[in-house]
Nanobody, 128 residues
Framework: QVQLVESGGGLVQAGGSLRLSCTTS????????MAWFRQAPGLEREFVAA????????YYADSVKGRFTISRDRAKSTVYLQMNNLKHEDTAVYYC?????????????????????WGRGTQVTVSS
């Protein structure tokens, strides 16, 4: 069983920055893609960013490209999401997700059904 725990959320003014962390434990997936999704009130969960096991390939939603950076530290079993120039519309609960395999192709790594383990989420609120 893979356990994921997010941290780093909070309240920030528009234009500010936050760094989210996702620490994994338990039986980790040896080569799986890791990702961040988010869900705002009344909306469906949406893809934010993903990273390969080696950390050499990253993917971003168009809405966050150029502002967010996903990275991972395998030695610490942690995935990060650095969020800069935050906007009010970034307000959401952010979830970390782990896939059991390396997901290739937009239709795969953006699909939340492809991820086998999820954290409980961390709230990010951006005041305008």
């Amino acid at each position: 069983q893979v356990q994921l725990v997010e941290s780093g959320g909070g309240l920030v003014q528009a234009g500010g920055s936050l760094r989210l962390s996702c620490t994994t434990s338990g039986r980790t997936f040896s080569s799986g893609t890791m990702a961040w999704f988010r869900q705002a009130p009344g909306l469906e969960r949406e893809f934010v960013a993903a990273i390969s096991w080696l950390g050499d390939t990253t993917y971003y939603a168009d809405s966050v490209k150029g502002r967010f950076t996903i990275s991972r530290d395998r030695a610490k079993s942690t995935v990060y999401l650095q969020m800069n120039n935050l906007k009010h519309e970034d307000t959401a609960v952010y979830y970390c997700a782990a896939a059991a395999s390396y997901l290739i192709g937009t239709s795969y790594y953006t699909n939340d059904q492809r991820y086998a383990a999820w954290g409980r989420g961390t709230q990010v609120t951006v005041s305008s």
